[in-house]
């Protein structure tokens, strides 16, 4: 089963040329889920020829500007096809006001269900077949969540050969075996899957957070991540500055990403104070303390693999 993030947007504060605000689309299989939906999220959906009609549900980290201003367009661009299924939106306390008062002022044409689901509490926000969206508080101006993706653990890889040996035909019934479900062999004994399958494995985990003091309990909520999308601000000389906006620096990022034992770090959400070769600086400094790291780009793919 694939699964893979676009960045869509890769900008904070104000949209760029070639930086649109942050967004980050995530396709697993024939599901799409949008993280923030920043000005600019429709142009990238567009180029990357992303079929943007299958989002099924858009979390927003919090609702300042920078996050949340594509969403209007978003909205109004479903209902230009057929759909069946609702929309669903997650995010902080004022998403659904948001989202309500955009519908009146705007007068939007909406020919689909909507429904929001605003968080009260950190915790699983949204499950689907063989995953789960947990979302866990950040420190920001006002509410602000992070969030991870997380699949199943999967069962361990099959053996034929065991299965066989143990009276277990090639047929429909290996396909049960390999679901968890006992069955029975040739003889009328029972085989077990343990008997046929190995140990077993991980799922994949994606997670993202902005904007955000960098405090330690984000290790925990985002370790073991095969991909962390974090905001990285500013550089190491900004870190005050940081710390008064309520943002991180590229290096804190890193930080975390080396205490979260993550697969991978993407940097996201920069100040629009630097230039493309200014951000070579801020990718070096979060390289020295994490070498997994990465500058994101509008329009970047990655894909994330299973490790085993």
């Known amino acids: 089963m694939n699964l893979e993030a676009f960045v869509l947007g890769c900008g904070g504060t104000m949209?760029?040329?070639n930086r649109h605000l942050s967004s980050v689309l995530l396709r697993r299989e024939g599901?799409?889920?949008?993280?923030?939906?920043?000005?600019?999220?429709?142009?990238?959906?567009?180029?990357?020829?992303?079929?943007?009609?299958?989002?099924s549900v858009i979390f927003i980290s919090h609702t300042h500007a920078d996050h949340v201003t594509g969403l209007p367009g978003i909205l109004m661009l479903s209902s230009q096809v057929d759909?069946?299924?609702?929309?669903?939106?997650?995010?902080?306390?004022?998403?659904?006001?948001?989202?309500?008062?955009?519908?009146?002022?705007?007068?939007?044409?909406?020919?689909?269900?909507?429904?929001v689901r605003e968080i009260t509490e950190p915790g699983v926000v949204f499950e689907g077949?063989?995953?789960?969206?947990?979302?866990?508080?950040?420190?920001?101006?006002?509410?602000?969540?992070?969030?991870?993706?997380?699949?199943?653990p999967r069962p361990g890889e099959f053996h034929p050969e065991k299965a066989e040996a143990l009276g277990v035909k090639r047929g429909p019934l290996w396909a049960v075996l390999q679901s968890g479900q006992t069955v029975k062999a040739v003889d009328g004994s029972d085989v077990r899957p343990d008997q046929v399958l190995g140990a077993g494995r991980t799922g994949r985990k994606f997670s993202m957070v902005t904007?955000?003091?960098?405090?330690?309990?984000?290790a925990n909520d985002v370790a073991g991540s095969d991909l962390f999308i974090c905001e990285g601000m500013f550089e190491r000389a900004l870190e005050e500055t940081a710390r008064?906006?309520?943002?991180?620096?590229?290096?804190?990022?890193?930080?975390?990403?080396?205490?979260?034992?993550?697969?991978?770090?993407?940097?996201?959400?920069?100040?629009?104070?630097y230039t493309e070769y200014e951000l070579k600086q801020v990718i070096k400094e979060a390289e020295a303390v994490f070498p997994q790291s990465v500058l994101s780009r509008d329009r970047m793919v990655f894909p994330i693999e299973y490790v085993d």
């Open 129 to 152: 077949d063989g995953f789960r969206v947990r979302a866990f508080a950040l420190r920001h101006t006002k509410t602000c969540y992070g969030y991870t993706l997380e699949e199943d």
């Open 83 to 115: 759909r069946d299924d609702p929309l669903y939106i997650v995010g902080p306390p004022k998403i659904a006001e948001y989202i309500e008062t955009s519908r009146r002022v705007l007068d939007m044409y909406i020919n689909y269900q909507i429904v």
């Open 31 to 55: 599901d799409l889920f949008l993280f923030d939906c920043g000005e600019g999220t429709q142009v990238s959906l567009r180029r990357l020829n992303l079929r943007w009609k299958k989002i």
């Open 15 to 17: 949209p760029l040329p």
């Open 211 to 218: 904007d955000t003091l960098a405090f330690p309990q984000i």
């Open 244 to 273: 008064e906006k309520m943002h991180m620096t590229a290096e804190q990022a890193a930080r975390i990403a080396r205490a979260a034992k993550v697969k991978k770090l993407a940097l996201i959400h920069y100040s629009p104070r």
